[in-house]
């Protein structure tokens, strides 16, 4: 797929690998063209078989996404209108990156804050910049409220008192502390942490895309009742040992001497072998 038409996004594809570039000057504002494009990219994205990983990240070093348009929200009606029943564009844009059959991370230098940070939160993995990266939901000082997904996110990765501090305070919250409250996965330098993203995606890309969505799916189930989440497990497991791809690299896995000390001592490096 050649992802072509975007002017907010510059995307690379690798490996099985799609690297996605915001580049919105003057600060990747999200703003009605960007959004337009973020809902036309994750649709493309679901629907190309070659992209296994997708991985985001700025051209700006000082702003990832720095929050949606203020004019747009300024736009809505101040009558409110009935509570809705169905996900809205906003809210469905943002959860197909959390739900589609990719593996989706963010590799955050500068700011993402108010809908930048909801993005964020909506994708698999997050990676911030020791010194760059900031994070924050600053809506409630403006008299809103996170409408993009925040309130609903920050809760499930922090915990309700520290996603609280989060959204009434309205700080910045930089890159080790944001690590230390389950906002992002980790803290690493400027200098390591594309290094850092790019193997960890190549190496998923390697991986039978089937299991990559089933074990997706599966931690998923994990917001379910513990035995309606193992219940839902042993379905994505089973569904995952039927597959062709498993078969044969089960196989290749006994063939190399797995399960032997010697092997199992460097497993990773074994691993690596059976993509071969």
Known sequence: MAYDGYSCLKTRSDRGVLFVTFDNPPINLLDLPMMLELDRLGKEIEMDD???????????????????????????????????????????????????????????EGRARGGGSEFVLSLDMRFGALGR????QPEVAIGITPGGSGTQRLPRVMGRARALEV??????????????????NRALPPDEIGPFVERLAYRIATFPPTAIALAKASVDSAELPMVEGLLEEAHYFNQSVA???????MRRFLELEGQTRGAELDLPAMLDRIAE
């Open 133 to 136: 990266a900031v994070l924050s």
């Open 50 to 108: 070659n992209v296994k990983v997708v991985v985001f990240d700025s051209a700006n070093l000082d702003f990832f996404i720095a929050h949606v348009d203020v004019g747009v929200i300024l736009q809505l009606p101040t009558e409110v209108p009935p509570k809705e029943e169905t996900l809205g564009f906003f809210h469905a844009m943002m959860d197909r990156f959390r739900t589609m059959p990719k593996v989706t991370i963010a590799k955050i």
């Open 167 to 184: 959204v009434l305070g309205c700080a910045d919250l930089p890159a080790d502390l944001a690590e230390r409250y389950g906002y992002i």
């Open 243 to 249: 597959t062709d791809e498993a078969q044969r690299r």
